[in-house]
């Protein structure tokens, strides 16, 4: 069983950046593959970015590439996104997400536990 829980957001300005963490229980976190996803008032729930189980392979939505960047620290069982010129399109509750295989998906019914949010909002 993994428990992931999502810290880091807020509201900040058009332009403006935040980092979001995703804190995981367990010692087998670094074995899953994280996947952070969003999801709009009134919106499905997207794909954002994913890493692997080692961190060496990520991919991204063509919507954040070049403005966030995922990470992780397996010594610490936390993940990252790194959220860079933000926009008011951004806005979202965000969640993260742990893949047991340990390749990254951008499938969100690929993952077997997910944290319960942390809200994102960007002001024009």
């Known amino acids: 069983q993994v428990q992931l829980v999502e810290s880091g957001g807020g509201l900040v300005e058009a332009g403006g950046s935040l980092r979001l963490s995703c804190a995981a229980s367990?010692?087998?976190?670094?074995?899953?593959?994280v996947g952070w996803f969003r999801q709009a008032p009134g919106k499905e729930r997207e794909f954002v970015a994913t890493i692997s189980s080692t961190g060496g392979s990520t991919y991204y939505a063509d919507s954040v590439k070049g403005r966030f960047t995922i990470s992780r620290d397996n010594a610490k069982t936390t993940g990252y996104l790194q959220m860079n010129s933000l926009k008011p399109e951004d806005t979202a509750v965000y969640y993260c997400?742990?893949?047991?295989?340990?390749?990254?998906?951008?499938?969100?019914?690929?993952?077997?536990?997910w944290g319960h949010g942390t809200q994102v909002t960007v002001s024009s």
């Open positions: 997400a742990a893949d047991r295989w340990g390749l990254p998906t951008t499938a969100p019914g690929q993952y077997d536990y």
């Open positions: 367990g010692r087998i976190f670094s074995t899953y593959a």
